[in-house]
T-cell receptor, first 111, second 115 residues
Framework: SQQGEEDPQALSIQEGENATMNCSYK?????LQWYRQNSGRGLVHLIL?????REKHSGRLRVTLDTSKKSSSLLITASRAADTASYFC???????????FGAGTRLFVKA | DAGITQSPRHKVTETGTPVTLRCHQT?????MYWYRQDPGHGLRLIHY???????DKGEVSDGYSVSRSKTEDFLLTLESATSSQTSVYFC??????????????FGPGTRLTVT
């Protein structure tokens, strides 16, 4: 399967701490995306990083991509209770336009 | 939710009955997708469409069919529902004019229970 795999499956932290989630994949990609899903809702796009980029920022989000290791990380700085959600990485692979989603990391931020 | 609606939002049906889920968009995006989401599996692609009357299978297409007769609507049909098709179904769109083709926008989901 080309599916991305997130690590950890679940993460619980205190408000104000940083949260780091990792994603690994198996085959070459064109780009990698991160999405957030609040309970009972659809996914919301957070950030896209292209295969020729190594790092990207958006507000409190920082995404890194290491194509040699086929891995990416999502860092949420100064987390808030409202960041409580599931986070998914999604990879767009060379030769196709279908996006493959991982199983997600459930983040719980305690106030 | 970026102009995407799904109907119905909830449905309970019996094994063996046909079921059709509807996805409607007002964004004029080219690509439309149907996913199912189950615990521990993330989102798995069922079928997708890259234009009117142009569709293709995804990862878990068995037991499902789709149709797209116009840009706005993408229908997912379970020909004969089974309990293994109990899931939450999401529609997504991408590829709007001036937008990033890979960025997907999701509908609110349909919770389907097959008894």
């Amino acid at each position: 399967s080309q599916q991305g795999e997130e690590d950890p499956q679940a993460l619980s932290i205190q408000e104000g701490e940083n949260a780091t989630m990792n994603c690994s994949y198996k085959t070459s990609i064109n780009n990698l995306q991160w999405y957030r899903q609040n309970s009972g809702r659809g996914l919301v796009h957070l950030i896209l990083i292209r295969s020729n980029e190594r790092e990207k920022h958006s507000g409190r989000l920082r995404v890194t991509l290491d194509t040699s290791k086929k891995s990416s990380s999502l860092l949420i700085t100064a987390s808030r209770a409202a960041d409580t959600a599931s986070y998914f990485c999604a990879t767009d692979h060379t030769g196709g336009f279908k996006t493959i989603f991982g199983a997600g990391t459930r983040l719980f931020v305690k106030a | 939710d970026a102009g995407i609606t799904q109907s119905p939002r909830h449905k309970v049906t019996e094994t063996g009955t046909p079921v059709t889920l509807r996805c409607h968009q007002t964004e004029n995006h080219r690509y439309m997708y149907w996913y199912r989401q189950d615990p521990g599996h993330g989102l798995r692609l069922i079928h997708y469409s890259y234009g009117v009357k142009d569709t293709d299978k995804g990862e878990v297409s068995d037991g499902y069919s789709v149709s797209r007769s116009k840009t706005e609507d993408f229908l997912l049909t379970l020909e004969s529902a089974t309990s293994s098709q109990t899931s939450v179904y999401f529609c997504a769109i991408s590829g709007g004019a001036g937008g990033k083709s890979n960025e997907q926008y999701f509908g609110p989901g349909t919770r389907l229970t097959v008894t």
